[in-house]
């Protein structure tokens, strides 16, 4: 009797436990502070981009990057077109928070390179920076490391840095888009 008594008690616990972790599973994640960061880019953005070639003036051209937050306040979706040296150029990416890693993590694609590019960081609320590193092929298919800081200068106005380690080893700049959010 009292066996019977500890195996019932022990298969409701573990039915229990079972109905708390289904129930716990089928609950949609929602948007928290993290995902507060992500949305201070949607919107419609005005860019200006400054390609830095080595022993040249940089190219400078136009684009324009569209951003919809997405999956429930869950992501960041951006649409970027423009220019680079007269050729049309697309990029597609995708953002958000990964609170396993508790990092920020996307993906790249875009007219110029042949695969996808993976990426994680860093959001810095006092210096209204996000500082992340990316991993992807160039446009020759070589896969390359980048960092990419973005400073949040006010709520229609930020600046993305991109930067890739030299010969020497040391960070050169690569890429600068000036960003003014649209009314």
């Not at 019977?4 to 948007?31: D, H, K, M, V």
């Not at 390609?51 to 940089?58: L, S, T």
């Not at 970027?80 to 990416?93: A, D, I, L, R, S």
């Not at 396993?100 to 007219?111: A, L, P, Q, R």
Request: aromatic share 6%.
């Amino acid at each position: 009797m009292k066996v019977q008594i500890l195996e019932r008690a022990c298969l409701s616990g573990a039915l229990g436990l079972a109905l708390a972790t289904t129930a716990a599973a089928q609950q949609p994640p929602t948007p928290g502070p993290e995902h507060k960061v992500l949305a201070m880019e949607a919107g419609t953005w005005d860019a200006t981009v400054e390609m830095f070639m080595p022993g040249a003036p940089p190219m400078t051209s136009k684009g324009t990057e569209t951003n919809t937050m997405g999956c429930g306040g869950l992501c960041l979706i951006s649409d970027f077109k423009g220019e680079f040296g007269g050729m049309p150029f697309h990029g597609h990416g995708t953002s958000t928070w990964d609170p396993n890693k508790k990092k920020y993590v996307g993906t790249w694609i875009d007219s110029m390179s042949s695969g996808l590019s993976l990426s994680e960081g860093t959001y810095d609320a006092a210096a209204k920076k996000a500082t992340s590193t990316m991993e992807g092929p160039d446009p020759t298919g070589k896969i390359v490391k980048s960092k990419t800081v973005v400073e949040y200068k006010d709520d229609n106005t930020r600046v993305m840095s991109m930067f890739m380690t030299g010969p020497d080893g040391k960070e050169v700049p690569t890429m600068k888009i000036s960003y003014t959010k649209k009314p």
